[in-house]
């Protein structure tokens, strides 16, 4: 695929949409374009966060362990970004992501994930937007599951 192609991908991704196409081609030069096969991991739960994922092409589970052993709490689609959690909270990575098809991503380090950041005030809303949106969903499933488990109140 060719830096331009890489540049429109990028465009398409929600927190990078606003960037100037100069800073995103310099993006995509900086960063790493890696595919995996259905099946493959990107990252394990647990591992040290030094990169960010955009997804150009394919899809992927997000999943964590529990006691009761892994469970899948979320999909990844086109044009979302993973890992940054990991980068932005200086954890170590809090889900394994695992590609469900033909995956094909861009790996951007932790270094230049953050500089976008600092230069672009703009983008840091958006993940502050990607990251609530998550937070909001995962309550309203923690909520029906609780609500679930909880006995039926008599009447």
């Known amino acids: 695929m060719l830096l331009r192609d890489e540049v429109e991908m990028l ?3 929600p927190i990078f949409s606003r960037i100037a196409p100069a800073k995103l081609k310099l993006l995509a030069f900086t960063s790493d374009r890696m595919t995996y096969k259905a099946g493959q991991d990107l990252f394990h739960q647990g591992d040290v966060g ?3 994922y955009v997804i150009l092409s394919g899809s992927a589970d997000i999943i964590v362990a529990s006691p009761a052993g892994e469970i899948k709490v979320a999909d990844v689609e086109l044009n979302s970004i993973v890992g940054e959690i990991a980068i932005l909270c200086d954890v170590s ?3 394994t992501v695992r590609a469900t098809s033909p995956l094909e991503v861009l790996r951007i380090s932790k270094e230049h994930f953050l500089k976008l950041l ?7 809303v958006e993940i502050m937007r990607v990251l609530a949106d998550r937070l909001n969903h995962t309550t ?3 909520t029906a ?3 679930a ?3 039926q ?3």
């Open 11 to 13: 465009r398409r991704v």
């Open 50 to 52: 030094d990169a960010a």
């Open 93 to 95: 990575r809090t889900a």
């Open 118 to 124: 600092s230069d672009f005030p703009e983008m840091a």
């Open 140 to 142: 309203a499933e923690l």
């Open 145 to 147: 599951a609780r609500a």
């Open 149 to 151: 488990k909880q006995p």
């Open 153 to 155: 109140m008599a009447q």
